[in-house]
C-alpha cells in the first residue's frame, strides 16, 4: 500500500492538487444529486496492489495466470451485489454506467433497432438514446416524458407510442426524475410488444438496496447502475439480471447463449479489455456495507432529507419540478423568477454550495443556460446532516438565489455554509489518500 507521505515526497504537485480536492470536499456543501462520499474503507480498498493485474475473462476463467486473488475480490463482489439486489446474476466489471449502458444495448439489441428511453430534457441520460451519445447514433431511439401538468411520466402517451414504434426495448430509469419508478406497468407493456424491459437505477440504485424505492429487479430482463451514486461506492458500473434465460440466438453470436452469458461476453471482449480488479475489490467493500442495517437508516434519511427540503423551498415560494420528490433529488424550476440555470449555479457556487444546473420538461433554455437546478441530498447526509440542517440549507440557497448580483453577500453565506459544514467532519487530516 503506497502510503501518503510517500506520495508527498515522490510528487508533491499532485500530492498539493489532491489535498486541495480534500479540503474543498471538506469545506463545501455539496447537493450534486449524483455524488456522494465513499467511507475510508472503500478509498482504501481502491488503492491496493489489485490495479497490476490483468484479469480478463471471469472469476475461474481468466485469460492470464495467477487469478487466484483477483478471483476472490470479484467472487465477493458479485456474491454481495447478488445478495444486495436478490438477484441470480452481476457482473462488476463495468468501468462505468456508460459501458454497463453500451454492454447491455450490444447485448439486446443491433445496430439501427428501436428502442425507448425518457428524454434527456425530462431527466433521462445521455445514453438512453441522446444524439450527442453513441446510444443515439447506433440506434433508432423514440422517446418518452413527463407529462406538463404533472411533472410525473407520461405513461398513456408512453403506451400509445411505443404502440407505434414497437421498440425491442425499453429503458427506464432517469438522472433528474424526482419520482420513483413502479415498473409493472412498463413489464405489461414490454411483453405486450415483445420488448426487452431494462431499468438504469444509477441515481437510486442506494434507494433500492435501502427499500426506500420499489424494487426493480422483479420487473426487468436486465437493471444496470452506477456503484458511486445514492449507492456510496467507488465509480464504476454494474449490471445485474434475473432472467432464467433459455437459449437465445442474440445479434452478434455465433452460438445461442442466454442473455446473462451474452451480457458477460458483451461487457468483455465486447465493449471493455481488462477488468479494474482494484475498483472491483472496492465495490466489494461497499456492497458489504450496503449489506448493514445502517445503511438502510442512511437511505431512509437521505429521502426524509429530501423531502424537507423541498417542502422548505415549495415554503420559500420556489417551484418544484412535480411538485416534490419521493426520492433523493429536487428539480428546482426558476423559470418563473426570471433566473437561469447557470446563473443560479454560479452564484451558489460562490456561497459554497455545489449544484448543477440542468434542463426542466419543456425548457425554453439551451443546454448550457437551463432554467433548473437539481439538488439533491446524498452527499450531506453521509456526512451526517439531518432534517432540521435541511431547512438551513433551503434559508442559505433562497438568500444566494435573491442576491445573486451581491458579491458581498454572497461571501457572508459563504462563511455561513462554512460554519454549518466544520460540524459535519469529513476526511480528517491525516490525509485519508490510500486510495491513491
Ligand atoms: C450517471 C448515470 C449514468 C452514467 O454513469 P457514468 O459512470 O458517469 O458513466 C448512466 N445512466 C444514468 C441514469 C446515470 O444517472
Given at each position: 500500500?503506497?502510503?501518503?507521505?510517500?506520495?508527498?515526497q515522490?510528487?508533491?504537485?499532485i500530492?498539493?492538487?489532491?489535498d486541495?480536492e480534500r479540503i474543498?470536499?471538506?469545506?463545501?456543501?455539496?447537493l450534486?444529486?449524483?455524488?456522494?462520499?465513499?467511507?475510508?474503507a472503500?478509498?482504501?480498498a481502491?488503492?491496493?496492489v489489485?490495479?497490476?493485474?490483468?484479469?480478463?475473462?471471469?472469476?475461474?476463467?481468466?485469460?492470464?495466470?495467477?487469478?487466484?486473488?483477483?478471483?476472490?475480490?470479484?467472487r465477493?463482489?458479485?456474491?454481495?451485489?447478488?445478495?444486495?439486489f436478490?438477484c441470480?446474476?452481476?457482473?462488476?466489471?463495468?468501468?462505468?454506467g456508460?459501458?454497463?449502458?453500451?454492454?447491455?444495448?450490444?447485448?439486446l439489441?443491433?445496430?439501427?433497432?428501436t428502442f425507448?428511453?425518457?428524454?434527456?430534457?425530462?431527466?433521462?441520460h445521455?445514453?438512453?438514446?441522446?444524439?450527442?451519445?453513441?446510444?443515439?447514433?447506433?440506434?433508432?431511439?423514440v422517446?418518452?416524458g413527463?407529462a406538463?401538468?404533472?411533472g410525473?411520466?407520461?405513461?398513456?402517451?408512453?403506451?400509445?407510442?411505443?404502440?407505434?414504434?414497437k421498440?425491442?426495448?425499453?429503458m427506464?430509469?432517469?438522472?433528474?426524475?424526482?419520482r420513483?419508478?413502479e415498473?409493472?406497468?412498463?413489464?405489461?407493456?414490454?411483453?405486450?410488444?415483445?420488448?426487452?424491459?431494462?431499468?438504469?437505477?444509477a441515481?437510486?440504485?442506494g434507494?433500492?438496496?435501502?427499500?426506500?424505492?420499489?424494487?426493480?429487479?422483479?420487473?426487468c430482463?436486465?437493471v444496470?447502475?452506477?456503484?458511486?451514486?445514492?449507492?456510496?461506492?467507488?465509480?464504476?458500473?454494474?449490471?445485474?439480471?434475473?432472467?432464467?434465460?433459455?437459449?437465445?440466438?442474440?445479434?452478434?453470436?455465433?452460438?445461442?447463449?442466454?442473455i446473462?452469458?451474452?451480457?458477460?461476453?458483451?461487457?468483455?471482449?465486447?465493449?471493455?479489455?481488462?477488468p479494474?480488479?482494484?475498483?472491483?475489490?472496492?465495490?466489494?467493500?461497499?456492497f458489504g456495507?450496503?449489506?448493514?442495517p445502517e445503511?438502510?437508516?442512511?437511505?431512509?434519511?437521505?429521502?426524509?432529507?429530501a423531502?424537507?427540503?423541498?417542502?422548505?423551498l415549495?415554503?420559500?415560494?420556489?417551484?418544484?419540478?412535480?411538485?416534490?420528490?419521493?426520492?433523493?433529488?429536487?428539480?428546482?424550476?426558476?423559470?418563473?423568477?426570471?433566473?437561469?440555470?447557470?446563473?443560479?449555479?454560479?452564484?451558489?457556487?460562490?456561497a459554497?454550495?455545489?449544484?448543477?444546473?440542468?434542463?426542466?420538461?419543456?425548457?425554453?433554455?439551451?443546454?448550457?443556460?437551463?432554467?433548473?437546478?437539481?439538488?439533491?441530498?446524498?452527499?450531506?447526509?453521509?456526512?451526517?446532516?439531518?432534517?432540521?440542517d435541511?431547512?438551513?440549507?433551503?434559508s442559505?440557497?433562497?438568500?444566494t438565489?435573491?442576491?445573486?448580483?451581491?458579491?458581498a453577500?454572497?461571501?457572508?453565506i459563504?462563511?455561513?455554509?462554512?460554519?454549518?459544514?466544520?460540524?459535519?467532519?469529513?476526511?480528517?487530516?491525516p490525509l485519508?489518500?490510500?486510495?491513491?
Amino acid at each position: 500500500m503506497v502510503s501518503d507521505k510517500q506520495l508527498q515526497q515522490s510528487d508533491p504537485e499532485i500530492y498539493a492538487t489532491i489535498d486541495r480536492e480534500r479540503i474543498r470536499q471538506n469545506n463545501g456543501l455539496e447537493l450534486i444529486a449524483s455524488e456522494n462520499f465513499v467511507s475510508t474503507a472503500v478509498l482504501e480498498a481502491m488503492g491496493n496492489v489489485m490495479t497490476n493485474k490483468y484479469a480478463e475473462g471471469l472469476p475461474g476463467h481468466r485469460y492470464y495466470g495467477g487469478c487466484e486473488c483477483v478471483d476472490e475480490a470479484e467472487r465477493f463482489a458479485i456474491d454481495r451485489a447478488c445478495r444486495l439486489f436478490g438477484c441470480r446474476w452481476a457482473n462488476v466489471q463495468p468501468h462505468s454506467g456508460a459501458q454497463a449502458n453500451m454492454s447491455l444495448y450490444y447485448t439486446l439489441l443491433k445496430p439501427g433497432d428501436t428502442f425507448m428511453g425518457m428524454d434527456l430534457a425530462h431527466g433521462g441520460h445521455l445514453t438512453h438514446g441522446s444524439p450527442v451519445n453513441f446510444s443515439g447514433r447506433t440506434y433508432h431511439v423514440v422517446s418518452y416524458g413527463v407529462a406538463k401538468e404533472t411533472g410525473r411520466i407520461d405513461f398513456d402517451l408512453l403506451a400509445k407510442t411505443a404502440r407505434e414504434a414497437k421498440p425491442k426495448l425499453i429503458m427506464t430509469g432517469s438522472s433528474a426524475y424526482p419520482r420513483v419508478w413502479e415498473l409493472a406497468k412498463f413489464r405489461e407493456l414490454a411483453d405486450e410488444l415483445g420488448a426487452y424491459l431494462v431499468c438504469d437505477m444509477a441515481h437510486f440504485a442506494g434507494l433500492v438496496a435501502g427499500k426506500v424505492h420499489p424494487d426493480v429487479v422483479p420487473f426487468c430482463h436486465v437493471v444496470s447502475t452506477t456503484t458511486h451514486k445514492t449507492l456510496r461506492g467507488p465509480r464504476g458500473g454494474l449490471l445485474i439480471s434475473n432472467e432464467p434465460g433459455g437459449e437465445l440466438l442474440l445479434p452478434g453470436m455465433l452460438k445461442p447463449k442466454t442473455i446473462t452469458e451474452a451480457l458477460d461476453s458483451w461487457v468483455f471482449p465486447g465493449v471493455q479489455g481488462g477488468p479494474l480488479m482494484h475498483v472491483i475489490a472496492a465495490k466489494a467493500v461497499a456492497f458489504g456495507e450496503a449489506l448493514q442495517p445502517e445503511f438502510k437508516t442512511y437511505a431512509q434519511q437521505v429521502v426524509k432529507n429530501a423531502k424537507v427540503l423541498a417542502e422548505s423551498l415549495l415554503s420559500l415560494g420556489y417551484t418544484l419540478v412535480s411538485g416534490g420528490t419521493d426520492t433523493h433529488l429536487i428539480l428546482m424550476d426558476l423559470s418563473s423568477k426570471g433566473w437561469t440555470g447557470k446563473a443560479a449555479e454560479k452564484a451558489l457556487e460562490k456561497a459554497g454550495i455545489t449544484v448543477n444546473k440542468n434542463m426542466v420538461p419543456f425548457d425554453p433554455q439551451k443546454p448550457m443556460t437551463t432554467s433548473g437546478i437539481r439538488i439533491g441530498t446524498p452527499a450531506v447526509t453521509t456526512r451526517g446532516m439531518g432534517e432540521a440542517d435541511m431547512k438551513k440549507i433551503a434559508s442559505v440557497i433562497d438568500k444566494t438565489l435573491k442576491n445573486m448580483e451581491n458579491e458581498a453577500v454572497l461571501t457572508t453565506i459563504k462563511s455561513e455554509v462554512a460554519e454549518l459544514v466544520r460540524s459535519f467532519p469529513l476526511y480528517p487530516k491525516p490525509l485519508v489518500l490510500r486510495g491513491v
